[in-house]
């Protein structure tokens, strides 16, 4: 639980923020909080029609190429490689963060990755604001969020825990599945397997998280600080690998 995250953490440092849509691709993407919006009278139910966003622009990548080098800054590159149209990242003793951050700020947007995790206690595999999956319990995938770096009368008590749609049991290291971060000005929807596991709709929550920087995906060691909620990071103990097959980002306006 990298305080930096939704941190959207989609792990997701501080950076200098553009008008949405205005950091568009050339051919046309625990991110971190920067302030907090203002709470507004709760509301009950369901909300009624949410307005969809704005779509500005699409990006996908399917790494049968080395393009998305051009639109990532990559930590640790050596623990970076593309093999079979797969984008590997590993997590060594001596390179423990690696993972890739979209170049330009992206402010309300939606990141979509078809990924398996890495393996092994100690490990966290984070996915913009935020997605964290912790090495040592291979079949849920955990979501919070962050409003200034700190969590919110919801999200104090910690994480939420979700499974794959099809099973509790489906080992998300070893299974390819589909997660979606989906952040608007009003609402979050974290999905998995493209069903909406859960949603923070702004009025409806104490606090909402106004802004969003870094979108970025990576590994790294939650065993070294954090290690009663990652577990112990034992070195030796086997390859810890993430691999995204799919990575799609959209800017809303």
């Known amino acids: 639980m990298k305080t930096g995250h939704l941190l959207l953490g989609i792990s997701l440092a501080l950076g200098v923020f553009v008008q949405p849509g205005l950091a568009k691709p050339a051919d046309g993407g625990e991110s971190k909080t920067d302030q907090t919006s203002t709470k507004k009278k709760a ?9 969809e966003p704005k779509v500005c622009w699409k990006k996908t990548w399917t790494f049968d190429s080395l393009e998305f080098l051009d639109y990532f800054d990559i930590s640790c590159p050596k623990n970076i490689k593309v093999i079979n149209n797969h984008l590997v990242l590993k997590m060594t003793e001596d390179c423990t963060n690696p993972g890739l951050t979209y ?24 996915m913009v604001i935020d997605f964290e999956f912790v090495g040592k319990d291979l079949t849920s995938v955990q979501s919070t969020y962050y409003v ?7 999200t104090d008590k910690g994480p939420e825990r979700h499974h794959s749609p099809g099973g509790d049991d489906v080992n998300l ?6 997660y979606t971060i989906d ?21 409806e929550v104490d606090k909402y998280p106004a802004k969003a920087l870094d979108w970025s995906i990576d590994i790294w060691n939650g065993g070294k600080e954090y290690f009663d909620w990652a577990g ?4 030796g103990e086997g390859e810890r ?7 799609e980002y959209a800017a809303y306006c």
């Open 232 to 235: 112990k990071t034992k070195w």
């Open 173 to 178: 290291s070893k299974t390819f599945e589909t």
């Open 148 to 154: 200034n770096g700190k969590p919110t009368k919801d």
């Open 43 to 51: 509301t009950t139910g369901k909300p009624a029609n949410l307005p």
């Open 241 to 247: 690998t993430a691999v995204i097959r799919k990575l």
């Open 183 to 203: 952040y608007s000005c009003d609402r979050v929807y974290f999905q998995v397997g493209g069903k909406t596991q859960r949603k923070a709709i702004k009025g």
């Open 103 to 126: 170049k330009n700020a992206i402010h309300y947007g939606k990141a979509t990755a078809e990924m398996t995790m890495a393996n092994g206690g100690g490990s966290v595999t984070s």
